[in-house]
């Protein structure tokens, strides 16, 4: 019962430099997002991708790419990281509509960049 | 834009207390409602998800309702221990072209004391 796992959980890096955020599902879902939390913003859509191959700007984008590698996959790299972006980053999946669309999150990381 | 509010913030209540965490939102053209824990350092765990046709759901102690019509919803947790001790989200998803969003409240802060 993999659900979603994300890779690293914990990461500290200096201003500059860029790092790739791994995801994976197992729960063939075609709905991926990546949030971030802060504490006092509550949690925030970074991007997100609808089915393999697409993906759009959610509420925070800037300073951050994206790649859906295919259904199981979706990546979120940072190309040169600035303290603002130290936060714990959440990749979440779902279902269709008309499908169950429960939500479901991996475990975060932990970015805190210096 | 949709807004989500949970009140209270924080809550700290004895064991065995029957508690009521509030939810609201201000858009009701919503797809689902779902209720999520999140203990501290740790990602997010589904609890409960009420489809927009449904008026309530239950798991074990757990209970949330949905009113669409006023954008409220809660969790009604029955008997509380002190392992229940942690942060409830609710978050509101609608439907666009590109899928499932969901938008977050700020959370309730639940503290349960032997």
């Known amino acids: 019962n993999a659900g979603v796992t994300q890779t690293p959980k914990f990461q500290v890096l200096k201003t500059g430099q860029s790092m790739t955020l791994q995801c994976a599902q197992d729960?063939?879902?075609?709905?991926m997002y990546w949030y971030r939390q802060d504490p006092g913003m509550g949690l925030r859509l970074i991007y997100y991708?609808?089915?393999?191959?697409?993906?759009d700007k959610g509420e925070v984008p800037n300073g951050y790419n994206v790649s859906r590698l295919n259904k199981r996959e979706f990546s979120l790299r940072l190309e040169s990281a600035a303290p603002s972006q130290t936060s714990v980053y959440f990749c979440?999946?779902?279902?269709?509509?008309?499908?169950?669309?429960?939500?479901?999150f991996g475990q975060g990381t932990r970015l805190t960049v210096v | 834009k949709q807004e989500v509010t949970q009140i209270p913030a924080a809550l700290s209540v004895p064991e065995g207390e029957n508690l009521v965490l509030n939810c609201s939102f201000t858009?009701?053209?919503?797809?689902?409602l779902q209720w999520f824990r999140q203990d501290p350092g740790k990602g997010l765990t589904s609890l409960l998800l009420?489809?927009?046709?449904?008026r309530e759901q239950t798991s074990g102690r757990l209970n949330a309702s949905l009113d669409k019509s006023s954008g409220r919803s809660t969790l009604y947790i029955a008997a509380s221990q002190p392992g229940d001790s942690a942060t409830y989200l609710c978050?509101?998803?609608?439907?666009?072209?590109?899928?499932?969003?969901?938008?977050f409240g700020g959370g309730t802060r639940l503290m349960v004391k032997p």
């Open positions: 009420i489809q927009s046709s449904q």
């Open positions: 991708s609808a089915s393999e191959g697409t993906t």
């Open positions: 858009d009701s053209a919503i797809y689902n």
């Open positions: 729960m063939n879902h075609n709905s």
């Open positions: 978050a509101v998803s609608f439907w666009d072209n590109a899928g499932n969003m969901l938008t």
């Open positions: 979440a999946s779902s279902g269709n509509r008309g499908y169950s669309t429960e939500a479901f």
